[in-house]
């Protein structure tokens, strides 16, 4: 719980929205996985698109899910620009399917998941935080990282809804569930952000059932709505920072943009990093036969390389590289043309005899 006068505060957040097997789900899931992925290691080469829903016993038995229905992802320190700094730690209420059933395992309270995704008094012992999907079964390769205590006290909720179109999936049954979830957190007496997931492929009808959920009178304005995408990596951090504010009792909250003015923000960014990049790889990779591997270990500690690979990951970074080197082959074969161009009068000269 975050307390006045500490330099950095302590936020303990659950994710929840819509889950369950795929007749509830649908044919995807909302990416509340893809959320806390990005928001807990949002650099390119740590965020992955595929995460676990479906399970073997095994899995479901290991220290990574522990027999639970929740996700524990980990710490991770923000910061605002007021000076404060928040260190998060995050958990993701789910329901994990047995992939011999095809059913919801079965493992602890089993309450439906819209009561029990509310549960503000969290315990596990011996559980590890989860990195990604091929973790499970060979979990000493990773980082292992338990589970303070076993247990954890929920300070507030983000609450993700869906904007993308789901074969399967009603945007009816997302709206009555994740309602029945804010219901049931109204009663924990604990905070709530919204935030909307997939928007870089949203529907606009879908976006307009968000906002009006949230602005139901029961709610009293107080579930302030975030527009995100986690694959454009847009909008991740603003509505778990808001939720800290609004825990925080911080007067002065955070703007929230829409998801179009974030989304060019964040284009912006990209931009701007994409040219210092360039502007370092003409400086310094000048020769067409430049091999990737010796690039790659001469700039890795500037900035500018730094910087691009946290954004674009080493695989963008190694495409725009092939680029650049495509482009001075280009321009090497341009010039040998050019200056076979300008020997040429003086070849045909000395081939072909001046008639008179």
């Not at 047995?98 to 493992?107: C, L, T, V």
């Amino acid at each position: 719980m975050a307390r006045k006068g500490e330099s950095i505060r302590t936020i303990n957040v659950a994710v929840v929205g819509l889950s369950g097997v795929e007749k509830d789900k649908g044919h995807a899931g909302i990416g509340k996985s893809c959320l806390c992925n990005r928001f807990i290691r949002p650099h390119a080469e740590d965020y992955n698109i595929d995460h676990i829903s479906v399970l073997s016993q095994t899995d479901f038995s290991g220290r990574v899910v522990n027999n639970d229905h929740f996700l524990y992802w980990g710490e991770v320190l923000k910061s605002i620009d007021d000076g404060i700094d928040y260190q998060f730690s995050l958990i993701e209420q789910t329901e994990f399917i047995d992939d011999a059933s095809f059913q919801p395992f079965k493992g602890g309270k089993m309450e439906p998941y819209v009561k029990r995704c509310t549960a503000t008094k969290i315990s596990s012992a011996e559980k590890l935080m989860y990195i990604c999907k091929n973790q499970l079964g060979i979990e000493k390769e990773y980082e292992q990282k338990v589970l303070p205590d076993g247990r954890l006290s929920i300070d507030g909720f983000v609450c993700v809804f869906d904007v993308s179109v789901v074969p399967s999936r009603s945007i009816e049954k997302q709206v009555d569930f994740c309602a029945a979830i804010l219901n049931n957190i109204l009663k924990t007496k604990k905070p709530v952000v919204m935030v909307t997931t997939k928007n870089d492929e949203s529907n606009d009808s879908f976006v307009r059932e968000a906002h009006k959920l949230v602005q139901r009178s029961e709610y009293k304005g107080n579930i302030p709505l975030v527009e995100s995408s986690s694959h454009e990596n847009v909008n991740i951090d603003l509505g778990f920072l808001l939720l800290a504010q609004i825990i925080d009792k911080t007067k002065l909250r955070l703007k929230i943009p829409s998801y179009s003015e974030a989304a060019l923000a964040r284009k912006e960014i990209m931009d701007a990093a994409s040219d210092a990049f360039m502007r370092l790889i003409r400086i310094h990779v000048t020769d067409c036969h430049a091999l990737w591997s010796q690039t790659q270990k001469k700039l890795n500690s500037h900035k500018e390389w730094i910087h691009f690979v946290q954004l674009f990951g080493l695989d963008g970074t190694q495409r725009l590289f092939k680029r650049h080197i495509k482009k001075l082959k280009d321009e090497q074969m341009a010039k040998q043309v050019a200056r076979y161009m300008e020997m040429l009068p003086d070849v045909l000269h000395d081939l072909i005899p001046v008639l008179l």
